[in-house]
């Protein structure tokens, strides 16, 4: 049996439709039984569901009763995502979340030996975001040196910088997401510089990158491929970007910092209070129809693939399509399906690539969920 938590939110819905789509059996979990009574009834079958609030920790253990697979979709998973986690670990029970809030998928790698004496696997940021573009690092890295394989770090770095360029069109996103992305800036002051994790300001730096369209301005953000390349590749520089507008290039390097200074603070309990109130996002096909394109090098010397000035030789995969939340319904159903499996024998806190086949995963992508991949080996 395969958990659904969190499954009346945005992700949620969609993932279950995935789950439903790929004939997989599963239960629903949340907080409100108004609204699981309501999906269930939405979906074939009508799957059963249970009552489990994340803010109260005595409810999760229905969560793992007869449960091999917990999907978390209850975030901002930096306050509600830990004991869920320490949970699934206790109680043997394979876990995935679709989370992006670097902070707390740093702070879930201290599970990793639970998870390993328990023979289950722990997977945050098993979404759009992360999952994708981890799978792509892994089989850059391989291709660059077929003697590298998807074990912990060691050794002298064959990689000098794996660098992730995100750009999302569309406007718009969950209610979740904003939660998310306020606590992610809040808490994931967070870097990976010459080999190791070390503390640093988010969105403090720019770059222009050539992007497919032409040279274009990123910035950086805090997403948690700073921590999953590193648990299997080994790599001295990871760094993760977002593409801007033009005249944002100016500003944003001072304001977002700031903000997200001032976020760790009662400022970001009124951010996310105020975004519940503001522009709420449509009931359905949120950003369904938006363009994305996610550009992932691997370089293996100089400074690194995304300045413009780089000329040492590096590989590089562009992958784009739309509908980057339905997206991540469909890549979370996929791993919990293979977490299910009877012979499924992977353990401890592992990044995406690790977890997962990377070349099915993205086999996937292109043949069943509409998206496109460019290869460039520099």
């Not at 979990?29 to 074939?44: D, I, N, T, W």
């Not at 043997?92 to 390993?116: C, F, I, K, P, W």
């Not at 590096?314 to 784009?320: D, G, N, P, Y």
């Amino acid at each position: 049996m395969i958990t659904l938590f969190g499954a009346t939110g945005y992700t949620g819905r969609l993932v279950a439709g995935a789950l439903s789509r790929q004939g997989l059996s599963f239960q629903l979990a949340g907080r409100s039984p108004e609204k699981l009574a309501y999906l269930a009834a939405s979906l074939p079958g009508s799957p059963p569901w249970l009552v489990a609030d994340a803010t109260q920790p005595d409810t999760l253990t229905t969560l793992f009763q007869d449960t091999r697979v917990l999907i978390n979709c209850a975030g901002p998973f930096t306050d509600l995502g830990e004991p869920v986690v320490a949970q699934a670990a206790l109680s043997g029970v394979h876990y995935l979340d679709t989370s992006n809030e670097l902070g707390y998928v740093y702070r879930m790698q201290g599970y990793d030996a639970l998870a390993r004496r328990s023979g289950v696997a722990i997977v945050p940021a098993c979404g759009f975001e992360v999952a994708l573009a981890d799978c792509v690092a892994a089989l850059l890295a391989r291709a660059s040196h077929p003697t590298t394989t998807s074990e912990p770090r060691g050794g002298p770095p064959p990689l000098s910088e794996v660098s992730v360029v995100y750009d999302i069109g569309g406007r718009g996103s969950s209610f979740g997401s904003r939660r998310s992305a306020v606590r992610s800036l809040a808490t994931s002051w967070l870097s990976y510089q010459q080999g190791q994790w070390i503390p640093a300001v988010p969105c403090r730096e720019g770059r222009r990158v050539p992007m497919p369209e032409g040279l274009r301005p990123v910035l950086s953000f805090p997403s948690s491929e700073i921590v999953t390349v590193p648990q299997h590749l080994p790599v001295r520089q990871v760094t993760t970007w977002t593409t801007i507008s033009w005249h944002a290039r100016f500003w944003a390097p001072v304001l977002l910092p700031l903000f997200a200074w001032l976020a760790r603070g009662p400022v970001g309990r009124l951010v996310e209070a105020a975004i519940l109130q503001v522009s709420p996002p449509p009931e359905a096909g949120l950003r369904s129809d938006a363009p994305f394109t996610v550009l992932v090098q691997a370089c293996q010397g100089g400074v690194g693939p995304g300045d413009v000035n780089h000329s040492s030789p590096a590989r590089s995969l562009t992958l784009s399509g739309k509908g980057v939340y339905d997206l991540t319904a469909e890549i979370v159903a996929y791993a919990a399906r293979q977490l299910a499996q009877p012979g499924y024998d992977r353990a401890g806190v592992l990044a995406p690539a690790v977890a997962l086949n990377p070349s099915e995963l993205l086999d996937l992508a292109v043949t069943q969920w509409g998206v496109d991949i460019l290869c460039d080996s520099g």
